[in-house]
């Protein structure tokens, strides 16, 4: 039986700076993860640059059913305590707008700092390695892993959630949590991309690859960003950040002419180009096949002087307020966060500390606190670890 003072599950990004930075402490910490490779989904994110955090990360930025729980962990470690580590490494990078910044590189050069940070420190790290029991002792936790029987006075769950499941995502935190007396939110995919079925979905299909800077809107949540038009649907960060607030049903809103009034902007190429037709004065503000589908399919193009007042509103409605209903979202297999997950009032805001059991951890994405898209949640990541880390 091995003996250990921290069990941190899950190689992630909340996990890695859980470990490094307990055993920057003093702790002997084993970290254990049942995938084959630590920090997987630190390497895919980003387009392989990874979008370590958010210059302007706030508690704003985040959903959950608590929405002061991430207060203080954020407040203890912000972004520029990280910016501050990824410097000390030199590692090159950028922001690339609204305050996200990306490595100038590759995402390993963020996982790379992580590992040789838990090397320094000592920390014991074992990929291919599964729990199959953890109990509750008097002196901590006896846990039945791959390695064998570990005895450990803190166990900390940094597992995630369900999201992108080939990079070795479970439920399993969620059934930890359960067992020592949690609640769980119901779970769903946070920032995944629109399944279009109804009459739209051919225009999506025609326009693939295709992306236009628009304001998305739906249950009082807006976020201004481009779409992109796939086969299946639409993506794109606007519609990624605004599937965090849909559910099934719901209509989602789409300015396609964010920065103008559609309706000012045609009655003045009415009276500029009144022989020119819809779809061709569409195309000063989109692509020619897009103007050209828009302008045939919408609105039966004709030249602009032939569109009654009416008319003309309507085009215009249409144009700042698209109403599309989306059949679904493509699920785990593409979403970047799973909303819902612990109920964070069973938790400490300050410690991540389970009030239930002590001794016991939930850190990152296995809580219900998602954020938004563009490295917001890798900074709570870094922030729900530290503040765990602390005192394990």
Not at 145 to 158: K, M
Not at 274 to 287: A, H, I, N, Q, Y
Not at 325 to 334: A, I, K, S
Not at 344 to 370: A, H, Q
Request: proline share 3%; aromatic share 8%.
């Amino acid at each position: 039986m091995r003996t250990t003072d921290v069990v941190v599950i899950g190689a992630g990004a909340a996990g890695l700076m859980c470990a490094m930075t307990a055993a920057g402490r003093g702790r002997d910490v084993l970290l254990i993860d049942r995938s084959n490779k630590a920090g997987k989904k630190i390497l895919m994110s980003g387009g392989g640059r990874c979008n370590f955090t958010n210059m302007y990360a706030e508690p704003a930025n985040y959903a959950s059913q608590n929405e002061h729980f991430c207060k203080s962990a954020l407040a203890r470690y912000t972004p520029w305590d990280f910016i501050g580590l990824v410097n000390e490494h030199g590692i090159a990078h950028h922001e690339k707008k609204l305050g996200q910044l990306f490595c100038d590189d590759k995402s390993k050069d963020i996982l790379n700092m992580l590992l040789r940070e838990c090397r320094e420190a000592g920390v014991d790290l074992h990929v291919n390695t599964a729990v199959q029991r953890i109990e509750r002792t008097d002196d901590g936790y006896a846990l039945r892993t791959d390695l064998g029987d570990v005895v450990a006075e803190s166990v900390v769950i940094a597992t995630g959630g369900l999201s992108i499941p080939t990079l070795g995502s479970s439920g399993y935190g969620y059934e930890v949590a359960r067992q020592f007396g949690h609640d769980v939110h119901p779970t769903r995919a946070g920032l995944v991309p629109f399944i279009i079925t109804d009459g739209f979905k051919d225009l999506c299909v025609e326009l693939t690859g295709t992306s236009v800077d628009a304001v998305v809107r739906c249950n009082g949540e807006s976020f201004p960003e481009n779409i992109l038009f796939t086969h299946r649907g639409l993506s794109g960060p606007a519609i990624l950040q605004i599937s965090s607030f849909w559910h099934l049903g719901d209509a989602v809103e789409i300015d396609l002419l964010p920065d103008r009034d559609a309706h000012e902007w045609l009655q003045d190429r009415q009276a500029a180009r009144p022989d020119s037709e819809l779809k061709t004065v569409l195309g000063e503000v989109f692509t020619k096949k897009m103007a050209t589908l828009l302008g045939e399919r919408w609105f039966a193009s004709r030249p602009m002087k032939r569109y009654t007042a009416a008319e003309l509103r309507d085009v215009a409605a249409t144009l700042n307020a698209w109403q599309v209903v989306p059949g679904g979202t493509e699920g785990y297999r593409t979403a970047e966060v799973t909303l819902g997950g612990v109920d964070t009032r069973g938790v400490s805001p300050k410690t991540m500390e389970s009030r239930n059991s002590p001794g016991l951890y939930f850190i990152g994405e296995v809580l219900d606190v998602t954020g938004h898209l563009g490295g917001f949640n890798f900074q709570w990541a870094w922030a729900s670890g530290h503040a765990a880390a602390q005192v394990v």
